[in-house]
């Protein structure tokens, strides 16, 4: 069984001050990990993904997220939040080709940027 | 949401009617997936087909039905018997099993009167 925890429901930072948002897995096998994000009243749009190879990972937007194996972790990251970076943010696991390729998703993670 | 389409944005039904939401895609996708998002639930997988003329269940697939005749379409019906079908719903799709992002659609938001 696959399964994704994003721990908090809501995530307020300052525009301009860095921003986290934390993901944790439990998948068999190795992991495909991937950050959607969601506006208002429409569907997810993919920022980013890791499949294999470096542990960081850039993706749309200035964001990034970092591979962490031994803490099961992917928490998406950006340096300087905008306001504009207000919405909700899914991540998703899936197990590798030969497992099953329907995705789990976490519950999400409202990210509200203060001006 | 390039590349699929979802029919209509916003659907209201009465109750015990049926009603059916389109899906299409022009992504050559063979892999297509029904989603339903409820506040503070994430997503629910309803239904997902990898190939037409073949579907399988998810994991809230009561009340639900659909059909994969082509290999770009795959309606979702809302069936009377499902209780509470007031919700957000998504449809996405995935080009293959080897592949790994799946693209999803605009998405039509249900509710019942």
């Known amino acids: 069984a696959q399964s994704v925890a994003q721990p908090e429901d809501q995530v307020n930072v300052a525009e301009g001050n860095p921003l986290t948002v934390k993901c944790t897995y439990s998948v068999s096998g190795n992991p495909y990990l991937f950050w959607y994000v969601q506006y208002p009243n429409r569907g997810l749009q993919f920022l980013l993904k890791?499949?294999?190879?470096?542990?960081l990972v850039k993706g749309s937007y200035g964001f990034e997220a970092e591979f962490n194996k031994s803490q099961t972790s992917f928490h998406l990251k950006k340096p300087s939040a905008l306001v504009s970076d207000s919405a909700l943010y899914f991540c998703a696991v899936r197990s590798k080709p030969g497992g099953s390729y329907i995705p789990t998703f976490g519950r999400g993670t409202s990210l509200i940027v203060h001006p | 949401d390039g590349g699929i389409t979802q029919s209509p944005k916003y659907l209201f039904r009465k109750e015990g009617q049926n009603v059916t939401l389109s899906c299409e895609q022009n992504?050559?996708?063979?892999?297509m997936y029904w989603y339903r998002q409820d506040p503070g639930q994430g997503l629910r997988l309803i239904y997902y087909s990898q190939i037409v003329n073949d579907f399988q269940k998810g994991d809230i697939a009561e009340g639900y039905s659909v059909s994969r005749e082509k290999k770009e379409s795959f309606p979702l019906t809302v069936t009377s018997a499902q209780k509470n079908p007031t919700a957000f719903y998504l449809c996405a799709s995935l080009a293959g099993p080897s592949t790994d992002t799946q693209y999803f659609g605009p998405g039509t938001r249900l509710t019942v009167l």
């Open positions: 992504l050559n996708h063979d892999a």
């Open positions: 890791y499949i294999t190879g470096d542990n």
